[in-house]
């Protein structure tokens, strides 16, 4: 009996394999959401995206940039997937949410504004909305979703970096198994360190 509360994540795909991709989308019978003005693709200053719904109605999104370098990485399955680019943590105080994890995960900030902001790491983008906007274009309240998020990290010299910040400001957390746990605000949040090139983000031409 719980209202939907919509959870956002975004996956990079080739530019050369976009419209690809969105045609797939379309002969699933996938129903891509409409603009105001009608389009369903985003054409923006650096790339392109189309959004869509699964069967629990969170928000799903294709989207691609003219800056990524392709060859890096081997594009995965039939949508020819890079990487999981973006998930969204909406917040009550976009300011507090964003310094808290700029602070802890030395992240840095794009599109800052009172009611959004990008925190952005490596191939990870934490979009941060305020609670009281609208995920765009379902018109839907951003929601914090039940989520429980692992980022992948490349050294556990950085998770004992994380730690001890954590300690400073008082957050509890655990860490077990090379995994570092903890709680902020609504979302569990983990720390693995991964197999994954730290210097993948340089190559794909990351800005």
């Given at each position: 009996?719980?209202?939907?509360?919509?959870?956002h994540?975004?996956?990079?795909?080739?530019l050369?394999?976009f419209?690809?991709?969105v045609?797939?989308?379309?002969?699933k019978?996938?129903?891509?959401l409409?603009?105001?003005?009608?389009?369903?693709i985003?054409?923006?200053?650096?790339?392109?995206?189309?959004?869509?719904?699964?069967?629990?109605?969170?928000l799903?999104?294709?989207?691609?940039?003219?800056?990524v370098?392709?060859?890096i990485?081997?594009?995965?399955g039939d949508?020819?997937?890079?990487?999981?680019r973006?998930?969204?943590?909406?917040?009550?105080?976009?300011?507090?949410f964003?310094e808290?994890?700029?602070?802890?995960?030395e992240?840095?900030?794009d599109k800052?504004?009172?009611?959004?902001?990008?925190a952005?790491?490596?191939?990870?983008?934490?979009?941060?909305?305020?609670?009281?906007r609208?995920?765009?274009?379902?018109?839907?309240?951003?929601?914090?979703?039940?989520?429980?998020?692992i980022f992948g990290v490349?050294?556990?010299d950085?998770?004992?970096k994380?730690?001890?910040k954590?300690?400073?400001?008082?957050?509890p957390?655990?860490?077990?198994?090379?995994?570092?746990?903890?709680?902020f605000?609504?979302?569990?949040?983990s720390?693995?360190?991964?197999?994954?090139?730290p210097?993948?983000p340089?190559?794909?031409?990351?800005?």
């Amino acid at each position: 009996m719980e209202p939907i509360a919509a959870a956002h994540f975004a996956f990079e795909v080739p530019l050369s394999e976009f419209e690809n991709v969105v045609n797939l989308l379309k002969s699933k019978g996938i129903q891509l959401l409409k603009w105001s003005d009608g389009r369903y693709i985003d054409n923006f200053e650096t790339g392109k995206n189309v959004y869509f719904r699964d069967g629990d109605g969170n928000l799903l999104e294709i989207i691609t940039h003219h800056y990524v370098k392709e060859g890096i990485l081997s594009p995965a399955g039939d949508f020819k997937l890079l990487y999981l680019r973006e998930i969204g943590f909406p917040a009550d105080s976009v300011k507090e949410f964003r310094e808290f994890f700029v602070d802890i995960f030395e992240l840095r900030l794009d599109k800052v504004r009172d009611d959004f902001t990008f925190a952005i790491g490596g191939t990870s983008h934490m979009v941060i909305p305020s609670k009281k906007r609208k995920w765009i274009p379902i018109e839907m309240v951003a929601l914090p979703p039940t989520m429980n998020v692992i980022f992948g990290v490349s050294s556990t010299d950085f998770v004992s970096k994380v730690s001890k910040k954590l300690t400073e400001k008082g957050v509890p957390f655990l860490r077990r198994d090379g995994h570092l746990h903890f709680n902020f605000k609504e979302y569990n949040i983990s720390l693995k360190v991964t197999s994954f090139n730290p210097e993948i983000p340089a190559l794909l031409n990351l800005p």
